[in-house]
Each structure stands twice: as C-alpha cells, then as structure tokens.
C-alpha cells in the first residue's frame, strides 16, 4: 500500500509524465489505446514498485525505462497472438484451433459472418464433422458446404488480419 507521500509524489509525476510518456507509446505502438494501456501499466508498476522507483536518482527515467520494456511485452504479445492466427489458417483446412476450450469461441467469432454459415464453420472445425455428415444435417450439397466454409474462412480471416 501506498503512503500519502508516495501517493503524492506519484501523482505529481503522473501530471508531468504523462504527455511526454503517451507520446513515446504512441509512437512506437501507432496505437492510441494501446499507448494510453501501456502508460497506464507503466504507473501501475510504478506504484507496485514505489520504494525501488520513488528512492532512485531518475524516477522519470525509471519511468521511461519502464514504459520501453511495456511496449517491449505489448508488440511481443501482438506478434505471437498474429502468430496463432495465421498459423491457424496455414493448418488443415477443416481446422481452425486445435483447442477451442482455450478460447470462447462463440463470444469471438459468432458476429463475423451469418449465423447460418457460422454454425457451419464451427462444426467442421471444432466439432470435427466431415464436409458430407455438415452438408446432410443442414440439407446441402457437399459442394455448397465446401463453399460456404470456404466464404466464411474467408470472412473470419479478413477480421482476424485487421485486429492483430
């Protein structure tokens, strides 16, 4: 916890910092909610650590310091989640994640394409139906469900692709 004078101190350093600190993410990150994010994590450190970081001889150059090696973690986070989506879409083509309890999948993706072509795609892809057995219980053909997973594979990779 902090103390009403470590409260203060960084308060103060927030209020000089935060411009000059929001400016360098945002220039490394070309992201304002990502820049604004890692200033924030970068106080928050600060305030986790404030006896190592309000006793230095540079708590602004801390602060900076600090702020690098958040950006450091973010762009690292970015490329290994940009990483598994497209490696996912270099897979098997009836696999998209090998293991879907990782993630909630519905909540993600349900919204990216028709709800229709949605159900389609999660069968072959998670709950592992063949294109004939998702073609029959829907009432297609083989070659219409081809089709429609490939649309909706396309679709979900086009989002993908602009939020990593």
Known sequence: MLND?????????????YSSLLAYAQSKLNDRTLAEEAVQDTFRIACAKADKFLFCSNPKGWLFNTLKNVIKN????????????VTSFELDENVIFEDSDVLDVDFIFSDLTNIEDYK???????????MMEAANEIGISVEACKKRVQRAKKKLKKVLKNIV
């Open 74 to 85: 973010k762009v690292r986070s970015r490329a290994y989640l940009k990483n598994i989506v």
């Open 5 to 17: 004078n470590q409260r203060r101190t960084i308060k103060v350093l927030y209020t000089e910092m």
């Open 120 to 130: 389609l795609l999660k069968k072959i892809t998670l709950e592992k139906y063949s």
